[in-house]
């Protein structure tokens, strides 16, 4: 290998680090991407586990893609299709189901068979929720101020987030305050009483956390599927066709177009600094890259407590990322199926198939799913989001075959006693069982099945503790504390050491921001 | 109408008599008038067996406002504050416990019995949590500004909290506005490592609240329990001759004011004409009239219940159905033919004269809790207990001790139907039970038992689903969030209509403070009205 120096070499080639490469990359710097496994994608990968079967081994649903990234890197010219998932069926123990549908009309005749009073109430809550969601969004897509810094352009920044806030008046900005605070039970009692609605909701603010629906703070969550825009729609679920490794191979596709080098199985061992700044990385194999700036993907413990001597940093730093919580609570069963389920609550293949599958029939059950795993077990009846992309892009799995991507919570990294094969497939099978109280045809369909525990999504992802978001989005790790007090513009203590990972504002999911937003704050600083 | 008033204060709870006192010393024309025979609302003492006097709901101050205390001159009313040198015990599970002393080197002393560690970090996280916990006290003092701040004055309240954030120094700065939305357990997880500490703690963060230690927001419950000063806890305050005394005083100093009080009268409606208030109306037909009203009962009670429907705006009165009011404790009350003998205690009853808090682990809390949250009564409880008359012999007859139980947790709404006298027991077996495995022998030692379910608590001290501080103490329904954002400035939609009670900032707790913020803002009105 020649020794060149890089402008900037990005370690991972996760969505995150493949975003934030490209926007270097596209405003002149010379980028190399360095991959520690064979896949780039980092979590949002497709892979063929099992011959004909497509996977969407971890990161299975696309909700938060930034629409100016696909814009700007012109994803779709580079492949990228998002189809749209367009329900979300859950299955309830009595027979009975309730479908949230794309189409609003046939939805609301849906709730009203709930209740006449949900019906209504959905109706004015969706409006609330979007006018939440507006307001929130410029934060989502700007670099934290630091509350604590006294520079003239932070002030500004405060004073402009002040005026915003204000701008909204009190009744949303009162709405806001209760959203960012309450849990997502209270929050939806006040709203709704059919349980399997509530459930349904309250699960996508518990997704990726380590908190139940009764937790204060997992109600702003429900706010992030209103901020999922698809084609400038809000609300709207989407699945790539090929997977979610097709959105990877489109940002990737991208970033090379634009004069980007991508190595893969290039594992960085360390980063090397010089004089209190980053120089270069050293790779496992001995090689070593020098680069003017060093920009990491990874989970701020890797990046930081893994990658640099704790001497290389300030103590207090340190400290800060040393108490980052990171503890994973989810798990991720994929099957392929050599035929398409059927829910005895809705038999047949219909549409509901084609949308996301909840089992979350009341908010009590999600509670009991968190008390096993607050204690240190996996749930005995977990909460699964469950979605067939065969269904939509047939090319997943061979003719008439389907694959189906289960994610599964709660599975405690810490595991009592800790997981070994045993666990795993113990948890695999309730995984199953649960699933067949629903669908029983299930278990006799299974032509492979694919288990990974929070300990497999560490190994294999490089997600510490398996956590999915790279640090848990709860109210004191989020905004100017993401990932540590101070550090939360994507610069680090090392100067020309910058982070991109979900780790930082805004966080976690299939979104891009963190790599595009730490490329804005790089640039700024380094203009080529 | 025969009289009228400057001011008719709704229910002599503490904070209604701190905020008559104010008022009636600013010259208005006060009454205040109380449903029961007694004054005091939750802070009373009550005779509950012959001989044997019970703090029967709130047992010990929290925080009780400085400038009260000086400013009425309680003193010359009979209030004595006691300080136990001993805070804390937490008797633990075999034998031991865990005492937390007011002087900082013994408790250090006492916690490396548990974990060295935790005994050197103990000093350190004062040191770490000084600044928030000094930030809070200006922010309980303060009257919430309006969101968004719309009058000047709002903004300069926003201006001065931010300016003493600043004024902390960086670290310190982001260190506070990080630890506020913590859960207790996380908080302590930074922290300690020895699970009696951290029982101990965390249960700081939860009582009171409907919620576990693993909640956002118990973190800011637990700073309120910390003392910015070297001895770390806040020091168990206790009222000699119990809870009622300080009512009674507050009392004394309102009516040394000129304030009238009438006990035994029940406010039915609150009258408006025009959108604003003009008296109250009592439940025999006696009408009061007065140019403003303040409530000292809990938002819940004074709109739904006191103030005429047709006053308020629906969505205005959607929000106060959603106030949060699930009360989560109950009281027991104890006489004892002798002094409980805990583990490890013989030979030094000073162990015993402040809190006696069972929660040994920060999971028993939250198991405590999961047992509440499908509504069942924890089958483990947290309790807090004092037994005041080992150091106040007024409150039992000699050789005998009367003991004050605080149960969490023990839902309003219980799963397995509503509470009755079979339930009433036995929570009160269960609560014996869990004591006895602290205690052996304190079983046979009980001559009398009294027991309030939440269910009670409501009926005899009005307290809206048994919850004591009027609203949960959860971070969406604090500062200018409480009660609701209409009312945070204890003003309230209706003209001349007041909230003073623990409904409003800054909460729960026999402290005063939202008596003394209420006053204030009343008194500020009338200057703005002249």
């Known amino acids: ?528 | 109408m025969s009289e009228r008033y400057d001011a008719v204060l709704v229910g002599a709870g503490h904070n209604g008599l701190v905020c008559a006192a104010y008022l009636a010393r600013a010259g208005l024309s006060v009454l205040v008038l109380e449903r029961r025979e007694m004054v005091g609302g939750a802070a009373v003492t009550e005779e509950l067996f012959p001989g044997f006097r019970f703090d029967s709901c709130a047992h010990r101050l929290g925080h009780l406002d400085r400038r009260v205390v000086r400013d009425l001159g309680l003193a010359g009313y009979g209030l004595q504050v006691r300080r136990p040198d001993l805070a804390v015990l937490a008797p633990l599970p075999g034998g031991d416990h865990l005492a937390i002393w007011r002087d900082p080197e013994v408790t250090a002393e006492e916690i490396r019995r548990h974990s060295p560690d935790d005994a050197l970090r103990w000093p350190r996280f004062r040191a770490a949590m000084a600044p928030a916990v000094r930030f809070l006290g200006h922010v309980a003092a303060a009257t919430p500004p309006e969101l968004p701040p719309a009058a000047s004055r709002d903004l300069l309240t926003f201006m001065q909290l931010g300016l003493r954030l600043r004024r902390m120094g960086r670290r310190e700065l982001t260190e506070v506005l990080r630890v506020l939305p913590m859960s207790a357990a996380e908080l302590l997880d930074e922290w300690f490592e020895s699970e009696p500490l951290r029982g101990l703690l965390a249960a700081m963060g939860v009582t009171g609240l409907f919620m576990g230690p693993r909640a956002a927001g118990t973190a800011y419950l637990l700073l309120g329990g910390l003392s910015p000063e070297a001895e770390v806890l806040r020091p168990t305050e206790l009222v000699a001759g119990g809870m009622g005394r300080l009512t009674e005083a507050l009392a004394g100093a309102a009516v040394a004011s000129g304030a009238r009080i009438r006990t035994g009268v029940d406010v039915e409606r609150i009258r408006t004409r025009d959108a604003k208030v003009t008296g109250v109306v009592l439940s025999d037909g006696e009408e009061v009239g007065a140019a403003r009203v303040v409530s000292n009962v809990d938002p819940k009670r004074t709109f739904l219940g006191l103030v005429e429907p047709t006053e308020l705006d629906p969505e205005f009165v959607r929000k106060v159905k959603n106030i949060r009011t699930r009360g989560a404790f109950a009281k027991v009350h104890l006489a004892l033919a002798e002094l409980p003998r805990f583990d490890g205690t013989a030979g030094r009853p000073e162990l015993l004269e402040g809190l006696i808090r069972i929660s040994p682990s920060l999971d028993y809390l939250e198991r405590a809790y999961d047992d509440a949250k499908y509504g069942g009564v924890s089958r483990s409880p947290y309790l807090e207990v004092v037994i005041p008359s080992l150091t106040d012999p007024t409150l039992a007859p000699p050789g005998q001790h009367a003991m004050s139980v605080y149960v969490q947790y023990a839902p309003y709404e219980l799963e397995e139907g509503s509470w009755n006298d079979h339930r009433r027991e036995s929570l009160g077996d269960r609560v014996v039970g869990t004591l006895s495995a602290y205690a052996p022998g304190i079983d046979e030692a009980i001559l009398d038992r009294h027991v309030l379910t939440p269910a009670d608590l409501e009926d005899v001290y009005g307290l809206t689903g048994g919850c004591a501080s009027h609203g949960e103490m959860a971070l969406d329904q604090l500062f200018f969030m409480r009660p609701v954002p209409e009312c945070a400035q204890y003003r309230t939609p209706v003209r001349d209509l007041y909230l003073c009670g623990a409904g409003t900032h800054p909460g729960g707790g026999v402290s005063g403070t939202a008596g003394y913020n209420a006053a204030r803002e009343v008194l500020r009105a009338g200057k703005r009205a002249e």
Request: hydrophobic share 40%.
């Open chain 1, 1 to 528: 290998m020649k020794c060149k120096d890089y402008d900037a070499v990005i370690v991972g080639g996760g969505h995150n680090g493949l975003v934030n490469a490209a926007y270097l990359a596209r405003a002149g710097l010379d980028v190399l991407v360095l991959e520690r496994r064979p896949v780039l994608g980092g979590a949002a990968v497709t892979e063929e586990i099992h011959p004909g079967f497509q996977y969407s081994v971890c990161s299975y649903v696309v909700s938060l893609l930034r629409p100016e990234i696909i814009q700007d890197l012109e994803l779709a010219r580079h492949g990228l299709e998002i189809l749209p998932l367009e329900s979300t069926f859950t299955p309830l123990p009595n027979d009975d189901y309730l479908v949230r549908w794309a189409d609003h009309d046939q939805t609301r005749r849906e709730l009203y068979r709930h209740s006449p009073r949900d019906a209504e109430a959905y109706d004015e809550f969706g409006k609330l929720m979007v006018q939440l969601a507006m307001a929130v969004k410029p934060i989502l897509g700007m670099a934290p101020p630091d509350p604590g810094s006294m520079r003239p352009g932070n002030l500004a920044k405060m004073a402009r987030l002040g005026r915003h806030f204000r701008g909204l008046g009190s009744e949303k900005l009162a709405a806001l305050v209760k959203l960012m605070t309450m849990s997502s039970a209270d929050y939806l009692d006040e709203w709704f009483e059919t349980e399997a609605l509530k459930a349904t909701m309250a699960a996508s603010g518990i997704i990726g956390t380590f908190l139940g629906p009764r937790s204060p703070g997992t109600a702003y969550v429900l706010l992030h599927h209103y901020i999922g825009e698809i084609d400038g729609a809000f609300r709207a679920w989407g699945f790539a066709r090929g997977g979610t490794g097709a959105v990877s191979e489109a940002i990737a596709s991208a970033a090379r177009g634009l004069g980007t080098e991508i190595r893969t199985e290039a594992s960085v061992e360390r980063i090397l600094s010089k004089d209190g700044r980053a120089v270069g990385v050293a790779l496992e194999s001995g090689e070593e890259i020098r680069a003017r700036l060093v920009v990491s993907g990874l989970d701020p413990k890797r990046t930081f407590l893994g990658l640099l001597e704790p001497d290389e940093l300030p103590p207090e730093f340190v400290d800060s990322i040393r108490r980052f919580r990171m503890r994973g609570s989810s798990g991720k069963v994929n099957l392929a199926l050599a035929e398409l389920p059927h829910f005895t609550a809705l038999p047949g293949v219909g549409p509901h198939l084609r949308g996301a599958m909840s089992i979350s029939p009341s908010v009590e059950y999600l509670e009991r799913a968190y008390d096993d795993a607050k204690y240190g077990e996996f749930s005995r009846r977990p909460y699964m989001d469950i979605v067939i992309p065969s269904m939509i892009d047939p090319s997943m799995a061979p003719p008439g075959k389907h694959v189906m991507s289960i994610f599964v919570q709660y599975a405690p990294y810490a595991l009592n006693g800790g997981w070994d094969d045993e666990r795993r497939e113990a948890f695999g099978d309730t995984v199953i069982d649960t699933l067949c109280r629903y669908a029983p045809n299930v278990r006799d369909a299974i032509i492979h099945r694919q288990v990974l525990t929070p300990a497999d999504m560490e190994e294999t992802f490089g997600l510490t503790e398996g956590n999915i978001f790279h640090g848990e989005l709860s109210l004191h790790q989020l905004f100017f504390l993401r990932p540590a007090p101070a550090w939360a513009n994507y610069r680090t203590p090392l100067a020309n050491l910058y982070q991109c990972g979900s780790g930082t504002h805004p966080g976690g999911g299939v979104c891009g921001a963190p790599g595009r937003l730490a490329a804005q704050q790089i640039l700024k600083e380094h203009r080529p």
